[in-house]
């Protein structure tokens, strides 16, 4: 079963910034939290993982709340590119699935 | 290319007719997966490699279907006696070594329909 929960959807306007919420209140020490999204018709692409601190890369900004049961992905400014469906995973260790929620589907509008 | 490589990327098989989907890893990756993904719905695990070893295929939907990995690069899943609620896009995906903070590649998918 996944471990993280996520709304549904969401919806953001062009060119502004989304913030994607994430909860994972049973995650352990050593579980990195990442996030994937999949856009239509593709395999899900990597965004940014983390462990503890918050983490910037050329995709997106990955906000770790302190008790780490929660973390916010950002986008910076939308565009009709990031229209996907982004999942917060745990991360797997030998034994373990690499396991998906359903996702928030992220509409952009132009 | 250096991604994670599917084959065939479509194909349409009749209802009752062996299928199998090949999966090219990234090379020296020691873990990987096969998931399952219906239409609208997000991937669902199947099943998971060490090297050759299959450490857990408890997300395999019957004995229809059966995965290996011989020499602990390329894998095959395989369906047997293939019904319409097999019709999905099979993933596979890798990575380095199984642990939390590696990344994990996805393939394109293979999108098998049964008709």
């Known amino acids: 079963d996944a471990k993280t929960t996520q709304p549904n959807s969401m919806e953001s306007n062009e060119e502004e910034p989304v913030h994607l919420p994430c909860n994972h209140s049973t995650i352990s020490g050593t579980d990195y939290i990442h996030w994937y999204r999949q856009l239509p018709s593709q395999g899900p692409e990597y965004v940014i993982h983390g462990l503890t601190s918050n983490v910037n890369n050329r995709m997106a900004s990955l906000a770790i709340a302190e008790d780490r049961k929660s973390s916010t992905l950002i986008l910076h400014r939308a565009t009709l590119r990031d229209a996907a469906v982004y999942y917060c995973?745990?991360?797997?260790?030998?034994?373990?699935?690499?396991?998906f929620g359903p996702g928030t589907r992220l509409s952009v509008l132009p | 290319g250096a991604g994670v490589s599917q084959s065939p990327r479509y194909k349409v098989a009749k209802r009752g007719q062996d299928v199998a989907l090949r999966c090219d890893p990234i090379s020296g990756h020691v873990s990987l997966f096969w998931y399952q993904q219906a239409l609208g719905q997000g991937p669902e695990f199947l099943t998971y490699?060490?090297?050759?070893?299959?450490?857990?295929k408890s997300g395999l939907p019957s004995d229809r279907f059966f995965a290996e990995r011989p020499e602990g690069s390329v894998s095959t899943l395989k369906i047997q006696r293939t019904q319409q609620e097999d019709s999905a896009v099979y993933l596979c995906a890798s990575s380095l070594v199984p642990y939390s903070g590696n990344t994990i590649y996805f393939g394109e998918g293979s999108w098998l329909t049964v008709v």
């Open positions: 995973i745990l991360g797997y260790n030998y034994g373990q699935n690499f396991v």
């Open positions: 490699f060490q090297n050759e070893a299959q450490l857990d």
